[in-house]
């Protein structure tokens, strides 16, 4: 469960206080796939980094199971980070100078877990890249480099996975596999997905969607509700 309590984000920019996003409440169920949509520069991205602890807001507080993340320590996010959530970004992210097979080793590695080596190799073919193991991203599609971030992001099962935009850089078909990928494994692990998105039909197949404007939250189908007034 994730919870917003008033959560905003200033910056300064040319000299002077910007806010990127307006003091926000919401809250997402375990389990629950909600989608984030906007256009460019309404403040998707800015929320999910809040969301990651990746950033710090202005105002406000996050609670992830009940712990309010603005309150930790760097080591405490970080921890945070490795134990609950996956991320996925629009450019993939992986470590250049690392193997398919080691990107998706980091996590697992930072968490000690025993079983990282073999888990590893089921996860390469969980997302049908078992003969790639070996590969560096530069040697792989986007598409494929997509696949290897969606095993990094899962290699430690978290509850929470975030996703930027993530076939924002593919091509269309290539995006719809990556897509039916993300869900598929989402369902058979339960977990809470947050999708940033610009496509009206992926988020009509979420649970719940937040519309940003201008870093505002507002009403995402207006003209459905008008339409439904006598
Ligand atoms: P989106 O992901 O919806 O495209 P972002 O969250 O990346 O939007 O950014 C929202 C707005 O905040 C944009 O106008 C962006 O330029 C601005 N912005 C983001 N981070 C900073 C920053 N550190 N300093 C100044 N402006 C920023
Ligand atoms: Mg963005």
Redesign the pocket.
């Known amino acids: 469960m994730i919870e917003l309590r008033g959560v905003s984000k200033t ?3 040319g000299g002077r206080p ?1 806010t ?2 307006h003091p926000l409440d919401l809250s997402i169920g375990s389990g629950q796939f909600l989608a984030v949509v ?10 999910l ?1 809040l969301l990651a602890g990746l950033d710090a807001p202005s105002t406000g507080a996050i609670l992830v199971d009940g712990v309010d993340i603005t309150s930790l320590s760097e080591d405490g996010l970080a921890r945070l980070r490795g134990e609950k959530i996956g991320f996925v970004f629009q450019f993939f992210h992986l470590v250049p100078s690392l193997t398919a097979f080691e990107n998706i080793l980091v996590p697992m590695e930072i968490a000690r877990r025993r079983d990282a080596v073999p888990r590893a190799r089921l996860l390469l073919d969980e997302v049908g890249l078992a003969d790639r193991g070996h590969h560096y991203p530069s040697q792989l599609s986007g598409g494929e480099q997509q696949r290897v971030a969606i095993a990094r992001a899962l290699a430690n099962d978290p509850p929470i996975v975030l996703a ?1 935009e993530p076939t924002g850089n593919l091509d269309s078909t290539t995006g719809a596999h990556i897509m039916e990928l993300l869900l598929s494994v989402r369902r058979a692990r339960g977990s809470t997905l947050v999708l ?1 998105t610009h496509d009206a039909e992926l988020a009509a197949l979420a649970d719940a969607r937040l519309s ?1 404007r201008d ?1 505002r939250a507002v009403d995402p189908a207006p003209a459905r509700r008008a339409g439904a007034l006598p």
Do not use: F, Y
């Open positions: 910056v300064e920019s910007l990127i996003l906007g256009p460019s520069g309404s403040g998707k991205s800015t929320l980094g930027d940033v940003l870093g």
